[in-house]
């Protein structure tokens, strides 16, 4: 079955007839979403968009819950943020998950917005050899990890009036990263599962986000410093890329693209070989084999 050509004004598609008016997929909710006095719950908030995270919303009146794996990490942030919750929890083991669901279900009834924000970035030559265990550590943290955290939540989540899922994904989600391939993966796929899912909740009360971060200067990138390619003025602060989020979901923004994650998008569309031969420069001499790091 051939295809017929589609325009809209934000995007062109290339449908089957047995499509359905794809107008949908765009349209943006007039409502506005209150991000005071609700009780949140944010993963992977020991640092970075996390910390971010739990500092701003609980500035702006809101209960915070925050997860990690580490627990002296989690004391720390404690000390430095008396009014937030803490509890020990791998979003990579789905024993963990349902462990957090009880407890937050038991202690934090009225839990109504849930942050998937814990990740994990690694610099990946695929010439060198790797234990099969661990290639796909990326794919169980960022994206099975917010696929079951909605999964264990989501009934909860729905007996909520004002209820909202933030998914952090990545601008790397628009394009691939070569120097970390299973990021790219993983970052792809939760952008994929994040659309469908909006889809599938759309007659629900729960509002689904995604924030498609742009490079940060946070402790995920410290790993690429000394790479050839590397650029710190490119990164823009997390506090910056944190504030954009919360105006998206104050704003009711399906999508939330703050900096250079504006022109990642446009780029994906109209030059995708560019974008890739562009990310393909950074720490060549070590995905191509020349070096062992």
């Not at 997860?67 to 942030?77: H, S, Y």
């Not at 998950?97 to 109504?112: A, D, G, H, R, S």
């Not at 998914?167 to 993983?186: C, E, R």
Request: contains cysteine.
């Amino acid at each position: 079955m051939k295809g017929i050509p589609f325009q809209l004004q934000h995007c062109d598609f290339w449908l089957h007839p047995f499509f359905c008016d794809c107008r949908t997929l765009h349209q943006q909710k007039t409502e506005t979403m209150n991000l005071t006095n609700n009780t949140i719950l944010v993963t992977g908030g020991t640092g970075g968009f996390g910390f971010e995270f739990a500092s701003k919303l609980i500035a702006l009146g809101n209960t915070v819950i925050i997860t990690g794996r580490n627990a002296q990490k989690l004391q720390e942030v404690k000390q430095k943020l008396p009014q937030v919750h803490t509890i020990q929890s791998d979003v990579s083991k789905a024993e963990d998950i349902i462990n957090l669901y009880e407890k937050v279900k038991k202690e934090f009834p009225n839990l109504n917005i849930l942050i998937n924000n814990a990740g994990e970035m690694r610099k990946i030559s695929l010439h060198h050899q790797h234990e099969l265990t661990d290639i796909t550590r990326e794919i169980e943290i960022n994206l099975m990890g917010p696929i079951r955290m909605v999964q264990q939540f989501l009934p909860h989540l729905k007996t909520k009036t004002n209820a909202a899922i933030l998914n952090v994904t990545s601008g790397i989600a628009l394009m691939a990263f070569p120097i970390s391939p299973i990021y790219s993966a993983s970052k792809s796929g939760l952008r994929s599962y994040t659309q469908a899912l909006r889809v599938q909740l759309k007659n629900t009360n729960i509002n689904v986000f995604e924030l498609v971060a742009p490079g940060s200067s946070t402790p995920l990138n410290d790993k690429f410093k000394n790479e050839d390619g590397f650029s710190a003025s490119a990164l823009m602060a997390p506090e910056k890329i944190v504030d954009a989020a919360i105006k998206g979901m104050q704003r009711n923004k399906d999508e939330i693209y703050p900096g250079i994650a504006k022109l990642m998008r446009i780029l994906s569309r109209i030059a995708p070989k560019f974008l890739i031969s562009q990310s393909g420069k950074m720490g060549a001499s070590f995905m191509y084999g020349k070096e062992q790091h």
